[in-house]
């Protein structure tokens, strides 16, 4: 097909929503087998090769949700609604942190989170705070060197809280991080030379996550790799 559709945008975004549904019943399916499968392996002695096998593909299931979950949100544009509840940072954060635990594993990744000496609530959309902090993560282990650490950090302000997300990889440039989460530097025209996005939509996602709980994504350099902050209002 040469032409371009003949949709407006309304249209498009719709039509990428209907994408994701019809995706998400073939991959549920995929992973109720594989929890089946992996329930039977832990009964039985089974070629470890097989065992690994059935792990990764968990893994790279796993990846599909978060890589649908984007494709939503993004195609949901100004129109996601607005959540407010009550939350507790860490053990949200905690909890994506484990979900990654086994792709950082994989990498050889060293996966670590520091949190807060005393409690730390806000009030926000949860379930895209964890996607924003997921993508971050999911990047960082994708960049950074194997034996190396990705660092989780909360950090709470008067104001702010913050959730730090280190690694070792490739280091964006200052002069390209507002490119780096924009939906230009997510298409091949917006890459630039020994950058380290424009191959997938995780930092774009990210940054439309955290501004559905009325908050930011910045990026800095961080010695010889980067530093994600998702910054979001005290609200409580």
Known sequence: ??????????????LLGSFTHDLRNPLSAIVSNLDFATRVADQHDLDP?????LTD???????????????????????????DQEVLLLPLVDKVVQRCQAQAEQAQISLVLTGCDEPVHARLDAANLALAIENLIADSIVHAPSGSKVAVAIEQGEREIL????DQGPAIPSELCDLAVSAEGQLSTGRRPGSRYARGAALLAAR?????????L?????????RFTIAVPVRT
């Not at 959730?163 to 280190?166: A, I, K, Q, S, T």
């Not at 439309?208 to 930011?216: H, R, Y």
Request: with cysteine; charged share 20%; aromatic share 0%.
């Open 57 to 83: 593909s968990v893994t790279a299931c796993d990846m599909l949700r978060r890589i649908l979950a984007n494709i939503d949100l993004l195609a949901a544009g100004d129109q996601t609604p607005e959540v």
């Open 163 to 166: 959730v730090h997300v280190c």
């Open 49 to 53: 090769d097989l065992v690994e096998s």
């Open 218 to 226: 910045s990026l800095t350099p961080a010695g010889n790799g980067s």
């Open 1 to 14: 097909m040469s032409n371009p559709l003949p949709l407006t945008d309304r249209e498009l975004r719709a």
């Open 208 to 216: 439309a996550a955290a501004e559905t709980c009325g908050g930011s």
